[in-house]
């Protein structure tokens, strides 16, 4: 357990930084660009190549190869790594010709509804001219998952934990390289008739996400590994491959279903969008620094215990993980939530992002942050079934998830605006998550979500009182920007991080014990 929490501590400080680095590019982007038409349209355009990447491949390789070589590694099939990973490449080499050549529609299916004061034909226009460079993107995103699932199926964490800080340091460089910036006030025609703004904004992400490849695909090699081309496509592997895909690749279309209603009911060009946008990364970046770590160094674990079927081991490590994953972003959630506005009123308020932008983007960041712990815990509990090999599950899952998300996002968006379809996202993802605890109970005899229940109990009445705590001291120090904003963001963490533990040990809560053991035990052994 000891080499676990190491493994789970060096992707937790390479996962910190990287989403640090992410942060500071979006705080880039609003300086140089604000909250603006165009900053929609980059937005959007910037995650066509994800989208379109997450919806045909990337949910496949991060659902099932980790698994899958990790049997491999047991069965010791080099050959059959090889078949996957030539199959994998052959498949993403014709999604990306594909996808650049269909940019004009990709981009319009994400703006259906454009804002009332943008020229919907100019928006469209723009985001399709940025979407062909980004979509580009789609094969260094193919590369980077397959060598992430190799690596983390090799306990190898380190460079697929740390490369993602590369990319954020060349996008921040290329935005803070336009001329002017954060004073000059870029519109959309600015790309169609400024090429360096155009390839500044296209290239700089591109060449970002490559970067990454560059990194990750020699330290898959480095591991011993060598890549043969064996294009067998009736090899059992790729059967293999190919059933545990079908229900991963509905889980990811319903995913897109739902991404397309709000990113349209966000009303592209009016602003709403990237401020959408902006509070998602603030929301996902203590999903990443906290919980991500852990369900990374977990799954391959999990996985090994279902292939030997040892069901203690799994529920154990099962239980533990859901556990840990709840203890530190419950009360993440709340604390975002309580200081949401100097959150935002620090980081992004400044050059073209006014304190209208700040104040939009921070109802946004509300919605979220109430659901922060729970889209952690589904997001682990979805690895069970995985190490399981089990894609069905989650598929029929993660369709009432959206389908939550989607009626609460229309109910909600027209009377609270953004801060709406943060709340549908936020409730849909808490009653998910107990449906999958219990789903999974019912699927492994032993893992109890009963017991799971009782142990979030004291945690959720811990996160509560230091919010209140939280709330009580950021109403009488500091403000809402710039360095009073961080006086008081400084001030309410501490304050919220001595509550939150100080209750958690009058409670007796165990998993604190447990850190406590591993933690002291992993610096002796490294000492």
Not at 418 to 433: E, K, N, P, Q, R
């Amino acid at each position: 357990m000891s080499r676990l929490l190491r493994s789970n501590l060096t992707v937790a400080a390479g996962t910190t930084l990287s989403r640090v680095t992410g942060l500071l590019r979006v705080v880039a982007l609003t300086y140089v660009l604000g909250q603006t038409a165009l900053t929609d349209a980059y937005s959007l355009a910037n995650e066509t190549p994800n989208i379109v990447y997450e919806l045909l491949l990337g949910g496949v390789l991060s659902a099932t190869l980790v698994p899958l070589f990790a049997t491999f590694d047991e069965d010791d099939d080099e050959r059959a790594t090889n078949v996957v990973l030539s199959v994998s490449v052959l498949l993403m080499l014709a999604l990306t010709v594909i996808a650049v050549v269909a940019a004009p529609l990709i981009f319009r299916v994400y703006a259906i509804h454009v804002g009332p004061d943008v020229d919907p034909d100019v928006f469209r226009t723009v985001g399709t001219t940025l979407a062909r460079i980004f979509l580009i993107q789609i094969l260094f995103y193919g590369l980077v998952g397959l060598a992430n699932a190799y690596l983390n199926s090799r306990r190898r964490f380190f460079a697929a934990a740390w490369s993602p800080i590369l990319p954020n340091v060349i996008i921040i460089a290329t935005l803070l390289s336009l001329p002017n910036a954060g004073s000059a006030e870029w519109v959309l025609d600015d790309v169609l008739s400024n090429d360096r703004l155009k390839y500044t904004l296209g290239l700089g992400a591109t060449l970002g996400i490559a970067s990454m490849a560059v990194v990750l695909v020699p330290a898959m090699f480095n591991t011993g590994f060598k890549f043969r081309p064996v294009f067998e496509f009736r090899h059992p592997a790729v059967g293999r491959l190919l059933r545990l895909s079908f229900w991963t690749i509905g889980f990811v279309a319903a995913n897109q279903v739902s991404l397309i209603v709000v990113r349209n009911l966000a009303e592209p060009g009016s602003g709403d969008a990237s401020a959408y946008l902006a509070a998602f990364t603030f929301f996902v970046l203590p999903h990443g620094l906290l919980a991500v770590s852990i369900a990374t160094t977990f799954q391959p674990e999990m996985s090994r215990a279902v292939a030997r079927k040892e069901r203690p081991a799994f529920v154990e490590q099962a239980g533990l993980g859901v556990r840990m994953t709840a203890l530190l972003t419950i009360p993440a959630g709340v604390g975002i939530f309580v200081l949401r506005r100097p959150i935002i009123g620090a980081l992004l308020q400044r050059g073209q992002f006014d304190a209208a932008d700040a104040a939009n983007t921070s109802r946004a960041l509300a919605g979220f942050a109430l659901g922060l712990g729970a889209f952690s815990v589904y997001m682990f509990a979805l690895r069970g079934f995985y190490a399981h090999k089990d894609t069905r599950t989650p598929f029929i899952i993660n369709v009432v998830e959206n389908l939550i998300n989607i009626a609460l996002a229309i109910v909600l968006v027209g009377r609270f605006g953004v801060l709406g379809l943060g709340l549908a996202f936020a409730i849909a993802y808490v009653l998910s998550s107990c449906w999958a605890l219990v789903v999974l109970g019912y699927k492994v005899p032993g893992f109890s979500p009963r017991s799971i229940a009782l142990s979030l109990a004291p945690m959720l009445l811990a996160a509560l009182l230091m919010g209140e705590a939280v709330w009580f001291v950021a109403q009488r120090v500091g403000g809402d920007v710039g360095t009073e904003a961080v006086l008081r963001l400084i001030v309410g963490t501490l304050v919220g991080v001595v509550v939150y533990l100080a209750v958690l040990v009058a409670l007796g809560v165990p998993e604190l014990d447990f850190l406590r053991r591993r933690f002291g035990r992993t610096v002796s052994l490294g000492s």
